[in-house]
């Protein structure tokens, strides 16, 4: 499938549901020579289980694969199609092998490394999750010089680019927002400028104004507020210095979606409190105790915000709760 496709596409394939004889015929067919243009070979004498999901719009592809191990060879004559893109291999939680430009390299789980295209290659998939994309090589061009040079090259979860790239994609995952035609391009472009970063020997990216340094920083700020957001000592301070930019920088990101810290902040803790106010065991547990476990510190406070968010107290909620639960027993 091309990186110059119009629209958002979606392939799914998976063996879970196919007799054994016939699931590795099926897979080297509409998987091996029609989605990814390679032979398929599987390294034990296992039924082969595999389940892929492809995701492709103009300028990025994004697959991600588990199963039983097996190796993918792109040989000369898979070249024939034509792609020259730039493909980067995510591994996690388990290991890949890649061969290709006369290099070998081993990826462990966290580890993540570039390919071409254009070039033969062998990956060697082990076990675990494999998740990788691929971008027009013209696209990369603009951002570094001398792509070859980058390719083959391991890229550790310790390299702050890459950290925040990874976050990135997290985030347009769960958030789906390659289906949506506004976000698309938007999306596509950050993603070429962070895997440009994740490649390339850059510098400390720092309080970077770039678009797409801008919503990768958002993305792991939001990611760690939703981790945390129960601790009730939870600042902005506190998430800034964990991020390892300024609380100024925070706030300029939060500014940026729409929402500050605190009502980000607030909005999970009363959510949260809401669930737990309208569980099988609400009943059992104080109003006081659900609010100190969500993170508020003062119960008047969390009463007068719950009461703003949703219309009515926690108690009331509860008691609508309670009654609801008897008329269905009724």
């Known amino acids: 499938m091309p990186t110059d496709a119009a629209d958002f596409a979606s392939y799914r394939f998976s063996t879970r549901d196919l007799p054994e004889r016939i699931r590795l015929p099926l897979w080297r067919e509409h998987f091996g020579r029609c989605v990814v243009h390679a032979d398929i070979e599987p390294l034990s004498n296992i ?56 290099r070998d390299v081993e990826l462990r789980a966290g580890d993540a490394i570039a390919i071409l295209h254009s070039e033969p290659a062998v990956v060697t998939y082990v076990d675990g999750l494999q998740f990788g994309l691929a971008v027009p090589r013209a696209d990369l061009e603009q951002r570094v010089s001398d792509i070859e040079s980058l390719v083959m090259q391991p890229i550790g979860r310790r390299k702050e680019a890459f950290r925040l790239f990874a976050t990135y994609l997290k985030s347009v995952l769960k958030a789906r927002a390659l289906t949506s035609p506004k976000l698309r391009q938007t999306v596509v472009t950050h993603i070429h400028d962070l895997v440009a970063l994740a490649i390339d020997e850059c510098p400390a990216l720092g309080e970077s104004s ?3 340094v801008m919503a990768a920083r958002h993305d792991a700020a939001l990611d760690y507020i939703t981790i945390h957001f129960q601790d009730p000592g939870l600042s902005v301070q506190t998430v800034a210095r964990c991020q390892g930019i300024s609380p100024r920088y925070l706030q300029r990101l939060m500014a940026s979606s729409g929402t500050s810290f605190t009502e980000r902040l607030n909005e999970l803790r009363l959510q949260r409190a809401l669930e737990l106010l309208t569980g099988s065991d609400a009943g059992r547990r104080r109003i006081s105790d659900i609010a100190l476990e969500v993170g508020f510190s003062d119960v008047s406070h969390f009463n007068r915000l719950f009461r703003i968010r949703f219309g009515d107290s926690p108690r009331g909620v509860r008691l609508a709760q309670r009654g609801a639960n008897r008329a269905v027993q009724a």
């Open 47 to 102: 039924p082969i289980e595999a389940h892929a999901s492809l995701q492709a719009v103009q300028g990025l592809r994004m697959l991600s694969l588990r199963g039983t191990s097996m190796r993918f060879e792109r040989s000369q004559a898979s070249l024939a199609d034509g792609d020259d893109s730039v493909g980067v291999i995510f591994c996690s939680p388990g290991r890949s092998q890649l061969s290709q430009c006369g």
């Open 210 to 212: 770039a678009s797409a």
